[in-house]
C-alpha cells in the first residue's frame, strides 16, 4: 500500500492493521514504511496544534498551487504529502523553543534554522529503506521541500542557492508556508489580516519568492478569500 493510499485511509479513520490481512509481503512493508513516515508527520504534528493546523494548510493548499499550474494528479497527490512534511525537522528542534511565547533570540533563531536541515536528513534516510515507486518519489519530493523551502529567490539564504535552482516543489510551499504563519495566531505574535500577509508576500517578490509563482499564489488566495467572504 502506497503512503497516499495510507494516508487517506488513516484520514477516514479506517483501522490501519486489518488492511495487512490480505496483503503479501512486499505489501505489508511497502505500507509498514507508508505508516512509520505518516508517524514522523504525527510527531510533527503533536509538537503543538498550532504546527498540526498549519502542517494541513501548507499541504491542502500546496496541491491547490500545483494544479493551479497544471501538474498531474500524481503530482497533486505527491506534494499535498510531501508539503505537510516540510517542518518535519522541527522534531529535533528543543521542545522550549517551539513553545517559546516571546521573539526567539538571535542564538535561538540559529538553532531553528536547523529543523531545515534535519527535516531533509530525516526524509533522505527514509527514502533508502523504500524501493523505487510512488512513495519513494513522494520523499524525494517532501526532502526538497523540508531541506530549502526557507530559500531565497535571490540567493541570500543558508544554503545560497537561487531562482530555479530551488526545486519547484519548494519555492511553492516557500510562499505558502509564509502566508499562512503570517495569518495564524502565534504564540509571539496577533494573526496579520488577509491583506497585510498579501502586501508582504507582494512586497518579497523576486527577492524571497519566485515572482511569478507570486501571482499564481496571489490570483488563487485571493479566489479563496473571497468565498470564505462569502460564506
Given at each position: 500500500?502506497?503512503?497516499?493510499?495510507?494516508?487517506?485511509?488513516?484520514?477516514s479513520d479506517v483501522d490501519p492493521v486489518l488492511?495487512?490481512?490480505?496483503?503479501?509481503?512486499?505489501e505489508v512493508d511497502s505500507y509498514v514504511h507508508?505508516?512509520?513516515?505518516?508517524?514522523?508527520?504525527?510527531?510533527?504534528?503533536?509538537?503543538?496544534?498550532?504546527?498540526?493546523?498549519?502542517?494541513?494548510?501548507?499541504?491542502?493548499?500546496?496541491?491547490?498551487?500545483?494544479?493551479?499550474?497544471?501538474?498531474?494528479?500524481?503530482?497533486?497527490?505527491?506534494?499535498?504529502?510531501?508539503?505537510?512534511?516540510?517542518?518535519?525537522?522541527?522534531?529535533?528542534?528543543?521542545?522550549?523553543?517551539?513553545?517559546?511565547?516571546?521573539?526567539?533570540?538571535?542564538?535561538?533563531?540559529?538553532?531553528?534554522?536547523?529543523?531545515?536541515?534535519?527535516?531533509?536528513?530525516?526524509?533522505?534516510?527514509?527514502?533508502?529503506?523504500?524501493?523505487?515507486?510512488?512513495?519513494?518519489?513522494?520523499?524525494?519530493?517532501?526532502?526538497?521541500?523540508?531541506?530549502?523551502?526557507?530559500?531565497?529567490?535571490?540567493?541570500?539564504?543558508?544554503?545560497?542557492?537561487?531562482?530555479?535552482?530551488?526545486?519547484?516543489?519548494?519555492?511553492?510551499?516557500?510562499?505558502?508556508?509564509?502566508?499562512?504563519?503570517?495569518t495564524s495566531m502565534r504564540r509571539y505574535k496577533?494573526?496579520?489580516?488577509?491583506?497585510?500577509?498579501?502586501?508582504?508576500?507582494?512586497?518579497?517578490?523576486?527577492?524571497?519568492?519566485?515572482?511569478?509563482?507570486?501571482?499564481?499564489?496571489?490570483?488563487?488566495?485571493?479566489?479563496?478569500?473571497?468565498?470564505?467572504?462569502?460564506?
Amino acid at each position: 500500500m502506497s503512503l497516499i493510499n495510507a494516508l487517506k485511509q488513516m484520514e477516514s479513520d479506517v483501522d490501519p492493521v486489518l488492511p495487512m490481512v490480505v496483503m503479501n509481503e512486499a505489501e505489508v512493508d511497502s505500507y509498514v514504511h507508508a505508516v512509520s513516515i505518516l508517524q514522523l508527520v504525527d510527531t510533527a504534528a503533536s509538537c503543538d496544534q498550532e504546527t498540526h493546523e498549519h502542517m494541513r494548510r501548507v499541504g491542502d493548499i500546496s496541491m491547490e498551487m500545483a494544479a493551479a499550474i497544471g501538474m498531474h494528479d500524481d503530482f497533486l497527490d505527491e506534494i499535498r504529502i510531501a508539503a505537510m512534511l516540510h517542518d518535519i525537522g522541527k522534531i529535533g528542534v528543543p521542545q522550549h523553543l517551539l513553545r517559546k511565547d516571546g521573539l526567539f533570540t538571535l542564538e535561538e533563531r540559529q538553532e531553528m534554522k536547523r529543523h531545515t536541515s534535519i527535516g531533509g536528513d530525516i526524509l533522505a534516510a527514509a527514502r533508502r529503506h523504500i524501493p523505487s515507486g510512488d512513495d519513494a518519489d513522494c520523499l524525494v519530493m517532501a526532502e526538497k521541500i523540508a531541506r530549502y523551502h526557507h530559500e531565497y529567490y535571490n540567493g541570500a539564504a543558508d544554503h545560497g542557492i537561487a531562482g530555479r535552482a530551488i526545486p519547484l516543489v519548494a519555492r511553492i510551499v516557500s510562499i505558502i508556508d509564509v502566508y499562512d504563519a503570517l495569518t495564524s495566531m502565534r504564540r509571539y505574535k496577533r494573526p496579520w489580516t488577509h491583506r497585510e500577509a498579501v502586501g508582504f508576500i507582494k512586497s518579497r517578490s523576486g527577492d524571497q519568492f519566485d515572482p511569478g509563482l507570486v501571482e499564481i499564489f496571489l490570483d488563487l488566495i485571493e479566489k479563496k478569500h473571497h468565498n470564505d467572504d462569502t460564506i
